[in-house]
């Protein structure tokens, strides 16, 4: 027995008024759980392009004391301009540093007035000619700090590495927890559509039988059923598409905002949003594709 299309539209229409209550109830778990997955996965390539950036750029900073006379300053200048290792610095006094520190607090306004530029160091921005040597210009002042007779001034050496080693466990941890609440969600709403599905098939089962007596054959009944769990996936992922496609503007637009130089390298590109985007209707389309499947199945088969 052939199947029309407006048979089709007809039947699947009609399926979806007859449980609207639980189709929004799937359609909303769906794009719940998608969007959790689409935020994931955006966070994942941003921080991998982060990260990259970050080889390249600033290794190593080198504070000074606040009160570090002019003579110090110029002799560890000097020093790193001397060593091979060095590939460039960049110095940063106290009234940059206190406007990066106005930017990093500029949402909390009563800890930035509590702060002068003569209460924060002045250090060096140190970039390697390779990753490897870092830890090389890093020890050589380590060394001096321990020594509290060493006349340089010097008062911490901080490693990027080991922040970005920091955020990048955070962010992995984000993820997973992510991954596994959306995975359950997910669970969730392919068990909401095949009882959604159930009920769809139950309410019209004398229908049903009465079309197989007439020799309609499974596919026959099936389709439509199938294609209405499959419309309710692709529905609830399209709202999780718009999700995340807004939430990843607000948080680009917030990113590049903050001109501290940690999340100013944290992007999200177009191409990001539309391949997240992609998968995510593939994964709802199938979440309601199986889910249906299923209920069908096992009704037929009963």
Avoid: C
Wanted: net charge neutral; hydrophobic share 50%.
């Amino acid at each position: 027995m052939a199947i029309s299309l407006s048979y089709l539209v007809r039947e699947t229409g009609s399926n979806l008024r007859r449980n609207l209550l639980m189709t929004a109830a799937a359609v909303l778990t769906v794009a719940v759980s998608l969007s959790l997955v689409g935020t994931a996965l955006l966070v994942k390539q941003s921080v991998s392009k982060a990260t990259l950036r970050w080889e390249g750029g600033v290794e190593l900073s080198i504070f000074m004391r606040p009160d570090a006379a002019k003579t110090q300053l110029d002799a560890v200048d000097a020093e790193l301009a001397a060593m091979p290792q060095v590939r460039s610095k960049t110095f940063v006094d106290q009234k940059a540093s206190h406007e990066e520190f106005k930017r990093m607090f500029a949402n909390s306004p009563e800890m930035a007035d509590t702060v002068v530029p003569e209460d924060l160091p002045p250090s060096y921005r140190v970039v390697p000619q390779s990753p490897e040597q870092v830890e090389v210009i890093g020890r050589r002042f380590e060394e001096r700090m321990d020594d509290p007779n060493d006349p340089s001034g010097l008062h911490d050496v901080v490693y990027a590495k080991d922040t970005i080693e920091r955020l990048v466990d955070v962010t992995s941890f984000l993820q997973r927890l992510l991954y596994g609440i959306a995975g359950v969600l997910l669970l969730s709403s392919a068990l909401l559509i095949l009882n959604t599905i159930r009920m769809a098939i139950f309410s019209r089962r004398r229908e049903v039988a009465v079309m197989k007596l007439v020799g309609a054959t499974n596919w026959f009944i099936r389709v439509p059923f199938m294609l209405e769990g499959l419309i309710q996936g692709l529905i609830g992922a399209a709202v999780a598409f718009a999700v995340v496609a807004v939430g990843s503007n607000v948080a680009t637009n917030a990113m590049q905002r903050d001109t501290s130089s940690l999340f100013r390298d944290f992007v999200i590109t177009t191409s990001d949003v539309y391949g997240t985007g992609l998968f995510i209707l593939l994964v709802g389309a199938g979440v309601g594709a199986i889910g249906s499947a299923i209920a069908v199945s096992r009704f037929l088969d009963a």
